[in-house]
Nanobody, 126 residues
């Protein structure tokens, strides 16, 4: 019912910034994009996939992983059905494949999202 396509990944030096985008397509009989909580996860080689950040669909509440507080932020444009991940002060340990996720439940998007994008690689060089 929801398809997610990430873009914006790439190679950046430590201390730099990158913005990821996630464009959603929602089938007409599904809930509107604005109803979905949207989140980002990342998966680094040899590590477990981890939750990064999420924004609710209604209140706009943002939840962060401690590792990205003060450096990453998330925003959404409901008219464009797009969510953005702004990453500042990037560190080599931020290197991972970043996945966009969606769920009608704000708690669900941070734990076990229903919908996933295909991922985009972010590499931070030291």
């Amino acid at each position: 019912q929801v398809q997610l396509v990430e873009s914006g990944g790439g190679l950046v030096q430590a201390g730099g910034s990158l913005r990821l985008s996630c464009a959603a397509s929602v089938r007409t009989f599904s809930a509107p994009f604005s109803a979905y909580a949207m989140g980002w996860f990342r998966h680094a080689p040899g590590k477990e996939r981890e939750f990064v950040i999420a924004i609710s669909g209604s209140s706009g509440r943002i939840d962060y992983a401690d590792s990205v507080k003060g450096r990453f932020t998330i925003s959404r444009d409901n008219a464009k059905k797009t969510v953005y991940l702004q990453m500042n002060s990037l560190k080599p340990e931020d290197t991972a494949v970043y996945y966009c996720a969606a769920d009608l439940s704000p708690s669900g998007v941070a734990q076990r999202p229903t919908y996933w994008g295909q991922g985009t690689q972010v590499t931070v060089s030291s």
